[in-house]
């Protein structure tokens, strides 16, 4: 039972324009969100998170949206630049539980290319 | 600078050949995680260790084990290795318990 999915395996971008990446889960209980980076031989590195109190969170170009009652979020990247191409991984945790361990689970991953 | 660092980062070995792979990290985080990764797959958490209590995921076969001898490293053994292990395996530090993680570069494993 995968309980966090990206359904896209793939997205091709303009350099310029909009990218956006989507995530569904399927635990309610998920409380704590992030999008993780990677590029070839490197590990995920963390790019942004967002807490189930928030439905919007924004850094500099990028940008995570919870839609709590589709058990939805999305990762916006404007402008899109080619240094973005990549693989982007949604994770979720439950954060607020006695018996949480607080660990990630994982989405599939996108990978994004964005053409110059 | 602080950092997550795995070696090797790549790992050849034979069909039931113990193999163990080695994760440290100058964070002083308190949890170790060790996930595995196969091709075009979600990171799947084998399990962690929060400072020396162990975690194991439930589906995590008994064929992989773990050690953390102090604050800095952990090892992840691979007792007899199949063909079916063959995969990136990432190890990642958390300060507590969720929250942000760091990942170290991962190291593929090939098992001939």
């Not at chain 1, 058990?71 to 991984?89: E, N, R, T």
Request: proline share 6%; charged share 20%; aromatic share 12%.
């Amino acid at each position: 039972d995968q309980q966090v999915k990206q359904n896209s395996p793939s997205l091709s971008v303009q350099e310029g324009r909009i990218s956006i990446l989507n995530c569904d889960y399927t635990n309610s209980m998920f409380d704590y969100f992030l999008w993780y980076k990677k590029y070839p031989a490197e590990g995920p590195t963390f790019l942004i998170s967002i807490s189930s109190i928030k439905d919007k969170n924004e850094d500099g170009r990028f940008t995570v949206f919870l839609n709590k009652s589709a058990k939805h979020l999305s990762l916006h990247i404007v402008p899109s630049q080619p240094g973005d191409s990549a693989v982007y991984f949604c994770a979720a945790s439950v954060l607020r539980s006695s018996s949480n361990t607080g660990k990630l689970i994982f989405g599939q991953g996108t990978t994004l290319q964005v053409k110059p | 600078d602080a950092m997550v660092i795995q070696n090797p980062r790549y790992q050849v070995t034979q069909f039931g050949k113990p193999v163990t792979l080695s994760c440290s990290q100058t964070l002083n985080h308190n949890v170790m995680y060790w996930y595995q990764q196969k091709s075009s797959q979600a990171p799947k958490l084998l399990f962690h260790y929060y400072d020396k209590d162990f975690n194991n995921e439930a589906d995590t076969p008994d064929n992989f084990q773990s050690r953390r001898p102090n604050t800095s490293f952990c090892f992840l053994d691979i007792r007899s290795p199949g063909l079916g292990d063959a995969a990136m395996y990432l190890c990642a530090t958390s300060r507590d318990l969720g929250g942000r993680y760091f990942f170290g570069p991962g190291t593929r494993l090939t098992v001939l």
